[in-house]
T-cell receptor, first 113, second 115 residues
Framework: AQSVTQPDIHITVSEGASLELRCNYSYGATPYLFWYVQSPGQGLQLLLKYFSGDTLVQGIKGFEAEFKRSQSSFNLRKPSVHWSDAAEYFCAVGPYNTDKLIFGTGTRLQVFP | EAQVTQNPRYLITVTGKKLTVTCSQNMNHEYMSWYRQDPGLGLRQIYYSMNVEVTDKGDVPEGYKVSRKEKRNFPLILESPSPNQTSLYFC??????????????FGQGTRLTVV
């Protein structure tokens, strides 16, 4: 069955530190992969997506993610975190034959000044 | 501005009292869906619609109904709400290509409490 695992429920970093949020997926073929961010009281906003081609994708707000087929991973990174990045982050996979999204359980990011 | 609009944002109701959460999108998207978000479970799809008059169950459809009479609207109906439906609900829309590689746009969410 298709699934997405985000192993870290909660991560705390200092402002200016680097960040990596982990995402592993289970899918029989190369999936379409997404990272969404949910700021407090807001809906979900797309950060970036991977469909094919270059395995390092750039997104908004200075985020990037790398698709690693051998590890079934799509980790999200940012070199220097800002206090405004505090939010919940969701990794999702879009199965090939549907418009449905399958979400991970999310990682809550807390940023200390 | 392209957007998905849900109403209400917050709702407290009593067990068994029918309610409707509205969802409207202005992007002429074919695909619309409802998700619920619960702590530790992420977002789970309740129902989806691939076009007008075409709806189908998602992963957690029990206790919910939907309709799609117009392309822009996709209301979620709880005919007899129960406390286990207390949750944060999101409506989403996307241009349907049936291949999973389109961006979904989300509403701001409806926080429902059933007492």
């Amino acid at each position: 069955a298709q699934s997405v695992t985000q192993p870290d429920i909660h991560i705390t970093v200092s402002e200016g530190a680097s960040l990596e949020l982990r995402c592993n997926y289970s899918y029989g073929a190369t999936p379409y992969l997404f990272w969404y961010v949910q700021s407090p009281g807001q809906g979900l906003q797309l950060l970036l997506k991977y469909f094919s081609g270059d395995t390092l994708v750039q997104g908004i707000k200075g985020f990037e993610a790398e698709f690693k087929r051998s590890q079934s991973s799509f980790n999200l990174r940012k070199p220097s975190v800002h206090w405004s990045d505090a939010a919940e982050y969701f990794c999702a996979v879009g199965p090939y034959n549907t418009d449905k999204l399958i979400f991970g359980t999310g990682t809550r990011l807390q940023v200390f000044p | 501005e392209a957007q998905v609009t849900q109403n209400p944002r917050y709702l407290i109701t009593v067990t068994g009292k029918k309610l409707t959460v509205t969802c409207s999108q202005n992007m002429n998207h074919e695909y619309m869906s409802w998700y619920r978000q619960d702590p530790g479970l992420g977002l789970r799809q309740i129902y989806y619609s691939m076009n007008v008059e075409v709806t189908d169950k998602g992963d957690v459809p029990e206790g919910y109904k939907v309709s799609r009479k117009e392309k822009r609207n996709f209301p979620l109906i709880l005919e007899s709400p129960s406390p286990n439906q207390t949750s944060l609900y999101f409506c989403a829309s996307s241009a349907s290509v049936g291949r999973g590689n389109t961006e979904a746009f989300f509403g701001q969410g409806t926080r429902l409490t059933v007492v």
